[in-house]
Structures are given as C-alpha cells and as structure tokens.
C-alpha cells in the first residue's frame, strides 16, 4: 500500500482527486493510487521543562539554563486521535509520500512523525508548489527520495530547538528578574526573532523622539551651452567638506556660507568648460515575481493591507488552485514552467480587467526574464498564477492579491527598459557641478510600472543638450535652494516585515552588515506576520492607523535586555547558518551548542538586569529589589523578592512594610514563596510562543 502524508486536510482532498476514485474513510481517503491522509501541521510539540524534570513547574532562576540531554515530543492534545490514524497508516503501508509544504517546516512537521513511530518503511518526497491538476499530476510523476531532504529537516529541528532554548529559559530568567523589582503579572515572552524586532520598532521610535531637524541648503546653477540650457548641481570637494558649514554627512548647513557661493558663481567671469559628457546605455531588468515577504509589502504599499492579511488572501489563492505555494522565499522560477506561460497568459487576458488589459494582452511567452533560473530554486518557487483561470468571484483582499502576482508574472514577458543615462561634470569657479539627463529607448517592462520619483536634492533635467567633453559653457542663474532633514518613517507591519527580510541595514556590527547583506534576514516567509500579530496582541505593539508604536511594556523589555538579545546580528547569523545548514553546511550538534552556550551567558546577566522598578512598589533598602507582601503563620508581612540570596524581610503596616521597625529573619518560613506557579504564565508557556 501507499501511503500520502499531507500537510493539512484541504491539501490531501485535492491531491486525493488527482489520484483519482476518491474515497472518504475515518481520517483518511482511499484513491486509485494510494490511501491519502494528513495532518494538522504539528501534530507533534516540544515538551515543556516539567517533562524534563518536576522541578522545573516552579520558575527559579538557579534552574536555569534548562538543557534537555535527550529532546522529547508530546502529541499535541487537540490532534490525539488524526495522530492515531496516521501512525496506525504508517504500520500498514509498504511506501509512504511525504507530502507536507515544500519548505523547512512542511519536511520537519512530516518527518518528525515518521521519525517519532519508529517508521523504517521507504519515504519519497513530493514537492506541491501548486495544487491544480497539472500542477500535481507533475510533482507525482517526479518523486524524490526523501532522504535527499535530510538537511532541510535538521535545519528546521535547530529551528525549533533553538527557539525552545532562548524562549523557555530566558523568558523565565527575564521575567523573574523583572517580578523581583515589583512587577507583578508582568510576562516577558523572550523569542529568538521576535524580541530583535520589536527593538526595531523601539529604536525607531526614540530616533523619531530625539530627532532635530536640520536645514541644508542645496545650490543648483543653469547654464547655458551651443545646444541648450541645462541645470547641474553644485558638487563641493573633499577639502570643502572639511569646513565647518558642512555637517558630518556632506550637507551644507552654513546659510551664509551658501549665499556667498551663489554670489561667487553670479559674479563675472561666467565662463566654465564641461569636463565630462558621458552618455551610457542601461538596460533595467524585470520585477522579479513575488516571494511571500516582497508580495506583502507590495500589498502593504497598494492597499494598506497587512502582512497577516496577505498570508491569508494569498492561502486562500493557493487553496483554490488559483496561485502557486504561498509561502516562498523564493523570487526565481523553474525553467521546466517556461512552457506553461502561453496558457497563463491567455488566462489572464480574458480577466475583467481594464486597468492591466494591455499589460496581458500583450505579453509576449517567447521572452525569458532572468526570473527563469533553476540556480536559485530549492524546493519551492516565486509565487505565480496557476493554469486555473480565474472563473468566480473572489473577496476584494483575494483579487487585489491575485492581480499584484498576475501583474509581476506578465512583465517577466516584456522586453527589458532601455535608456541612455547622461552625466555630465561642469567645472566652474574652480568648483564642480554635475547633472544627470536620461532618455527612454525602449520603455518595455516599465511601460507599466512607474518608476519612482527621484530625491528632490538630486533632481536633473529629464533631457540634456548635446555637449562634448571640452565645450564652453555660460552661468545663466544659479539659485540656492533650501531643505530639511526629515525624521525617520514610522513602521508599518509591512515595512517591518521589510526590515526583517532586509536586516542587515539594522545590524550593530559594521562588519556584520557586510557579512549580512546576503542573507534571507530573520525569521521565515510564514511567520513574519505572525511574530508581529504576536506582538500586538501581547500589547508590545499597538497600531493606529496602521501605523506601529512601542507600548511601556515593550521599552521596559528592550531597555533591560543586553545589546547581544535586541540587535538582530546574532539573530540574522543564526538564520544564515540555518540555511547553509539545510544545504549541508554545518550541523545540528555544533549549531545547538552555540546556543546553550549563548542562553548560558544571557541568564546569567539577567541577574544584573536594570528592569525600572515598578510603580508604586517597596524596594529593598538591602537590595534593591522589591519588596512583596506574604502570608506567614504569625500574620501578613513583606519579604524581599530576592530571597533566599537577601532574606530582609519587615512585619505589615497598614498594608505596607514597616521600615521603622525591627528587622524580622523568618528563617524557612519564605520557603517558596519567592517562586512562581507555572499557572500565571500559561499564555506563554508553549515554544511556539518563543520564536
């Protein structure tokens, strides 16, 4: 018998159409080529500590680091009984499919329950990027062997065992450290990738607070040549830069000093000399299609729609065959589906849709983009439309969604943008003066994306008059035109998920940023969008008008937390690691050790934490920390929360302690008062929490 592991029910009713005579049984469907079953993504979870040890229901910091010598799953409760049904499958097959998502987490969520049965039957893999007909038919008839994807799985285990790591213990370190400086019911869900991000939105905000604006004084000069007049931008020299009207980034901010050049370049004599006229032809390749990141902050600035939306909207696509695996990182497509363009293409031009109607019309399947790349393709693609035409209505979140992937799939099929680009280099008054003409050849592609408007410091004329190196020029005017500095944008969720993926512009290091520039940033394609839904649940974050700002909670967190937690360098290293690790680069051993040696080191600094004491709580006189109130066998008194390293403790006055008067030690009596119920942490207490 063979035996189809899906992913999710909606996955294994359309591959058990395509294998034809479908069936429906308990949990399962029997077809003309096989039984198919599925699972309910993980079905399997990491263990919580207290499965490690009892000891660890309690929250103490001398506990930690909590490291498993042998990692455990549990059944997740909700899915006990599907569990049952697959394993009880997996007995009886003779072959087994995997068929979870073409992705780290679809190989591990399959893989860890053959590996937890104890299956040693043989495993092929098929990779679903798409759920139509011909889509499936294709990946069925192209199985792989399932171990060729052994290095996918032990990057997505590290994944999971590293989040467990960082979010079990340093959680419970923080939050503790947090508790001891008064700050009952606070908990700190500590994440491997979501506590870098919500530091992005930290800083960025107190950039924004701190930021004065700065005038500068930008001075633009026409002259005039043989041919025409143009306009060139006044360029000072290295020497001029270190003068004092200028700032550390090359602005000119001495206004009187501005105005003495405009004179200076007024005055006769007028005459200057091009030094330099080169006219260069570019050519601008396509848009690249869409992974899911580049797809939601492309919704994100089209529609205002976040990035939770667009993961939802582009499932739906993908459920209903209309649109390829929504969750790629991928922005490059096999050259096996170049053939399938022509068929895409005529389905996109019977579309209901005047605005892009030329756009399909008139694509042309005989050009390939350099989107066509089987290099840059691992087990999943960009997202594209299926062969499936689109024949029903769909929400407006779903069409505009479908209408941004057609869009960036029809240009792949235009010419490239050609254009002359013009510099030329003024020199005048012994200074140099520079502009920047351009003139369209072949508008291609970009007939039907607007190029975005340049800065308007370094605006030039759109057309340059004919010039030749060496040829005389007059000052006509020159004119000085004044600007200022702008504070930085506030993040939105789509442009945070840019600067997750784009996270090497946020790293301290200098040298990491090169090293970073590459990489696929933190976090993956499919939960972006969740850690920062996470985060605005949790009330980190909270929006207005779409717009993100840090609440108390989240700069109490941050501004405790030491750099190494709240840069994303160590984070977006891990995350290039993990990738060369699925390509067989690294291990699971060495890259494991990093991070117990790393959440080592973090809580042992969570003792030096500088948490700011809560309002309204009593500080130790001895310590510093707080002071909580208790229930002993002699009445109520007020024990210091640091106990049993600082055992002050004062009688209850009036429901606050008594500083004046005597000192009590209570010997045992604290016991373990000062640790806390697991209970009061049940909203954070899965590893799922921790990413």
């Not at 050519?283 to 492309?298: D, R």
């Amino acid at each position: 018998m063979r035996l189809y592991i899906a992913e999710k029910p909606s996955m294994a009713r359309e591959l058990a159409t395509c294998l034809k005579n479908p069936h429906n049984g308990n949990g399962y469907i029997k077809t003309s080529g096989g039984i198919v079953t599925w699972l309910v993504g993980h079905v399997l979870q990491q263990a919580e500590p207290d499965a490690y040890d009892p000891k660890y229901k309690k929250w103490r910091l001398e506990d930690l680091p909590i490291v498993p010598k042998q990692w455990k799953l549990e059944i997740t409760p909700s899915t006990v009984k599907q569990f049952g049904i697959v394993k009880d499958l997996i007995a009886k097959a003779d072959e087994i499919i995997h068929a979870g998502d073409p992705d780290r987490e679809g190989q591990l969520l399959v893989d860890e329950v053959l590996d937890f049965v104890g299956n040693k039957k043989p495993v092929k893999r098929i990779l679903l990027n798409a759920l139509d007909e011909t889509s499936i038919l294709r990946a069925n008839a192209d199985l792989r062997d399932n171990a060729e994807f052994f290095n996918l799985k032990q990057s997505a285990l590290a994944r999971s065992r590293a989040d467990w790591l960082i979010g079990m213990n340093l959680s419970r370190a923080y939050t503790l450290a947090a508790r001891r400086l008064g700050h009952d019911g606070l908990v700190l869900p500590i994440g491997r990738v979501k506590t870098p991000t919500l530091a992005l939105v930290v800083r960025r905000e107190r950039e924004i607070t701190n930021f004065k604006p700065v005038d500068f004084f930008n001075i633009r000069v026409m002259f005039a040549n043989a041919n025409g007049d143009f306009v060139a931008q006044f360029k000072p020299s290295k020497k001029m830069l270190d003068l004092p009207a200028f700032d550390s980034e090359g602005r000119l901010i001495d206004k009187k000093f501005a105005e003495e050049l405009v004179k200076k370049f007024s005055t006769a004599p007028l005459d200057g000399k091009i030094a330099s006229y080169k006219t260069t032809e570019k050519k601008e390749g396509q848009p690249l299609p869409f992974s899911l990141s580049s797809l939601q902050v492309a919704a994100g600035k089209a529609f205002g729609y976040t990035p939770q939306q667009v993961l939802e909207a582009a499932q739906s696509l993908y459920e209903k065959k209309f649109t390829t695996y929504p969750r790629s990182d991928c922005e490059y497509l096999p050259t096996s589906q170049f053939r399938d363009a022509q068929r895409i293409l005529k389905n996109l031009s019977r579309l209901n849709n005047d605005s892009m109607k030329n756009l399909f019309a008139h694509a042309n399947p005989q050009i390939k983009s350099r989107a066509w790349n089987d290099k840059k393709i691992s087990a999943h693609h960009a997202i594209i439309p299926t062969q499936k035409p689109l024949n029903v209505q769909l929400p407006a979140v779903e069409l505009n969604v479908y209408n941004l992937i057609a869009k960036n799939y029809a240009v792949q099929f235009y010419p490239l943008h050609v254009y002359d680009e013009t510099i030329v280099e003024v020199k005048y008054k012994g200074e140099k003066f520079t502009a920047r003409g351009k003139v369209v050849k072949q508008a291609g592609w970009r007939e039907f994306y607007v190029a975005p408007k340049v800065k308007a410091d370094d605006e030039t004329e759109a057309l340059l008059p004919q010039m030749k190196t060496g040829d005389d020029v007059k000052q006509k005017k020159s004119a000085l035109k004044k600007s200022t500095t702008k504070p930085p944008v506030r993040f939105t969720s789509s442009s945070l998920v840019q600067g997750m993926k784009d996270i090497h512009k946020y790293v301290k290091n200098p040298e990491s940023k090169k090293q970073l520039k590459d990489v696929y940033g933190i976090g993956t394609e499919a939960t972006r969008a969740a850690i920062i839904e996470d985060l605005i649940q949790r009330e980190f974050l909270r929006v207005v008008k779409k717009t993100l700002y840090p609440t108390e909670k989240a700069y109490l967190l941050i501004d405790a937390l030491p750099d190494e937690m709240t840069y994303p360098d160590e984070t977006a290293i891990w995350e290039d690691k993990l990738h060369s690790m699925s390509e067989g680069d690294g291990t699971l051993e060495d890259f494991l050790a990093g991070q117990v040696a790393f959440t080592s080191k973090l809580c042992a600094e969570a003792t030096k934490a500088k948490f700011a004491a809560a309002e309204g709580a009593f500080q130790c006189p001895k310590c510093g920390s707080a002071l909580v109130k208790r229930k002993g066998k002699n009445g109520d008194f007020w024990g210091c929360t640091s106990y049993p390293k600082c055992r002050t403790t004062f009688d209850d006055k009036a429901g606050k302690p008594d500083f004046d008067g005597k000192k009590i030690f209570r010997g045992n009596s604290f016991d373990d008062k000062g640790d806390f119920n697991p209970a009061e942490f049940a909203p954070m207490r899965s590893s799922a929490d921790f990413m």
